[in-house]
């Protein structure tokens, strides 16, 4: 991304009398690890930042993630901005402060909550998202619709496709990046630091998160919540919370999308189990999962078996 628009950025700030040190690092999940915090608070200090400095994030949500981490404690905290340049980090991963590095035992165990100072949304460098990143960014669009947005979900219904930039419609891409935003910053006003209500935000990722780690990030974030989202309704379906006719026009949108509905052959169902254990959404030993009511309503409990997750793990390596 720095090469089509880090330019530009720089010579923005420059212009408005910043100084402006540039660090590149490479994207993706495996990167996002202590290794690479340390290059940017080695950074921190060669470049002198001191707390009236700020730290911007320009990139997707991994970027964004380590970006807003070393903000929050270099110095013990400092500002930072997102400029968020995938679909992603503009619908979620941007808003909302939470900062973060993974585990070796699984996703964003080590973080803190710091708010940007700003987020810089532009649709317009969408335009250079390779098309795996914006399909998997439909998963968190398609959440939304689910936990809080009906007629968001029924407008993703409306359109022929989901799954390239160039058969969205621009106006219906401004309305998906708007409502996504405003779901997200009215659910983390009432609750930053997800002691309640925020936790809707993790539907499809509790499992999710699993199937990433035990694939070692093969499958990507959004694909994965994809299949998290299917086996949570598998789950909602089998305690009688929500209607098959919801279930399957959820599995209609994700295909949609062309995202996966299943979990990969090659990720091992007890690795998935770890993960989900050593998950930061684990409280008292219970596993919390966000499930769906109805289309733009969930709820979450604490009360799911693990027989019953191991048993919809099992369903999940076969089409649903």
């Not at 996504?180 to 006003?189: P, S």
Request: with cysteine; hydrophobic share 45%; charged share 20%.
């Amino acid at each position: 991304m720095f090469a089509h628009y880090g330019g530009a950025l720089s010579q923005g700030l420059v212009g408005e009398d910043f100084e402006v040190r540039e660090l590149l690092l490479a994207p993706g999940e495996r990167f996002k690890t202590a290794r690479t915090l340390h290059k940017i608070y080695d950074c921190a200090q060669e470049f002198h930042l001191e707390r009236s400095s700020l730290m911007v994030a320009l990139g997707g949500g991994v970027i964004g993630d380590m970006t807003g981490f070393a903000a929050a404690t270099w110095l013990r905290g400092i500002d930072f901005i997102q400029v968020p340049t995938s679909l992603l980090a503009m619908v979620d991963a941007a808003i909302g402060g939470k900062t973060a590095i993974n585990h070796a035992q699984g996703k964003n165990l080590i973080g803190a909550f710091h708010q940007p100072r700003l987020v810089w949304i532009d649709p317009q460098v969408l335009s250079t998202l390779p098309g795996r990143e914006f399909r998997s960014a439909m998963a968190e669009v398609i959440k939304y619709g689910v936990i809080w947005d009906e007629e968001l979900f029924c407008l993703l219904e409306q359109s022929p496709r989901l799954d390239q930039l160039r058969y969205i419609p621009p106006d219906l891409l401004q309305e998906i990046l708007r409502r996504c935003a405003q779901a997200k910053a009215a659910i983390v006003m009432q609750d930053e630091k997800e002691k309640g209500l925020r936790a809707l935000l993790n539907f499809g990722h509790t499992i999710g998160h699993g199937i990433e780690t035990a694939t070692h990030y093969q499958v990507n974030h959004g694909e994965a919540v994809g299949i998290g989202m299917v086996l949570a309704s598998q789950i909602a379906l089998h305690l009688q919370l929500w209607s098959e006719d919801c279930h399957q026009r959820l599995l209609n949108l994700i295909a949609k999308a062309k995202l996966p509905l299943t979990i990969p052959a090659t990720a091992d169902r007890g690795e998935i189990v770890q993960a989900l254990m050593s998950d930061k959404k684990v409280e008292g030993g219970k596993l919390r999962f966000v499930l769906p009511r109805a289309i733009g309503e969930a709820d979450i409990f604490d009360t799911v078996s693990l027989d019953l997750v191991k048993q919809i793990l099992t369903i999940g390596y076969t089409k649903n």
